[in-house]
C-alpha cells in the first residue's frame, strides 16, 4: 500500500535541478507532497488531485500523470533550504471520505554550497 | 494557518511505564486525527486513525492494548504507550484533519512530534 519513491538520495550543488518520482501499482485519489527537516514534522508542499495536473510554486512544481498512479516532484535551482527528505502521500479514498493514508519511502536530498 | 501542538516535545522514561501524549489542535477543530511512528532514516508509518467519540482504528500490526489512543474532544487526542520498552522508543507524530484554507479538500495539519526515549 505504501507508494515507491526514487531516487533515495540525492545529492545536488546549489543551483542544480532535481526530480523526485513516486508510484503506486493502482490509482490514486490524489497525491501529496511534504518536505521533512531532521527531528521536525514534515511540511506540507502541495497537492495533486486530477490525472494530468501540474502545479507549482516558485521553483518547487509537481506533476500527476494521466493514469494517477505517478507522481514527479521537480526542483529547479535548488537552494540550501531544500535540503530534507521528501515523502509523497497517497490517498487510497475520495477526499471527503479521508481515512487511509500513506507516505512513500522518502528521499533524501542534500544540497551543498 | 492551522496549527497542531504535541506534548511533551520529548520524553526520556523508564521501562515498563507508561508514557502520553497529547495532540491538539489550536485554532480548528478535528473530528479526525492520524498518530505515526516515525523510526531514524525511516518513512513515516501510519499507526492509527483517530476519531472523536468513536473508538480508534489501528493499523495492521499495531496493538491496540499497548497503544491507547483517546480522542475525547473535537481538538485532542492522546496517545498512550502502556508498558513502554527501548524498542517503542521512536518520533510520534500526530496530524489532524482539516479544511485547507480557501479549498474544499481536507488536508493533514502535523504536530511537532514527541521523540520518547526507553532506558
Known amino acids: 500500500q505504501q507508494p515507491v519513491q526514487s531516487p533515495q538520495a540525492v545529492i545536488l550543488r546549489e543551483g542544480e535541478d532535481a526530480v523526485i518520482n513516486c508510484s503506486s501499482s493502482k490509482a490514486l485519489y490524489s497525491v501529496h507532497w511534504y518536505r521533512q527537516k531532521h527531528g521536525e514534522a514534515p511540511v506540507f508542499l502541495m497537492i495533486l488531485l486530477k490525472g494530468g495536473e501540474q502545479k507549482g510554486h516558485e521553483k518547487i512544481s509537481a506533476s500527476f500523470n494521466e493514469k494517477k498512479q505517478q507522481s514527479s516532484l521537480y526542483l529547479t535551482a535548488s537552494q540550501l533550504s531544500y535540503s530534507g527528505t521528501y515523502f509523497c502521500g497517497t490517498e487510497k479514498g475520495p477526499l471527503y471520505n479521508f481515512n487511509k493514508f500513506y507516505f512513500g519511502s522518502g528521499t533524501k536530498l542534500n544540497v551543498k554550497p | 494557518g492551522a496549527v497542531v501542538s504535541q506534548h511533551p516535545s520529548w520524553v526520556i522514561c523508564k521501562s515498563g511505564t507508561s508514557v502520553k501524549i497529547e495532540c491538539r489542535s489550536l485554532d480548528f477543530q478535528a473530528t479526525t486525527m492520524f498518530w505515526y511512528r516515525q523510526f531514524p532514516k525511516q518513512s513515516l508509518m501510519l499507526m492509527a486513525t483517530s476519531n472523536e467519540g468513536s473508538k480508534a482504528t489501528y493499523e495492521q500490526g499495531v496493538e491496540k492494548d499497548k497503544f491507547l489512543i483517546n480522542h475525547a474532544s473535537l481538538t485532542l487526542s492522546t496517545l498512550t504507550v502502556t508498558s513502554a520498552h527501548p524498542e517503542d522508543s521512536s518520533f510520534y507524530i500526530c496530524?489532524?484533519?482539516?479544511?485547507?484554507?480557501?479549498?474544499?479538500?481536507?488536508?493533514?495539519?502535523f504536530g511537532p512530534g514527541t521523540r520518547l526515549t526507553v532506558l
Open positions: 496530524s489532524a484533519l482539516g479544511l485547507a484554507g480557501g479549498s474544499s479538500y481536507n488536508e493533514q495539519f
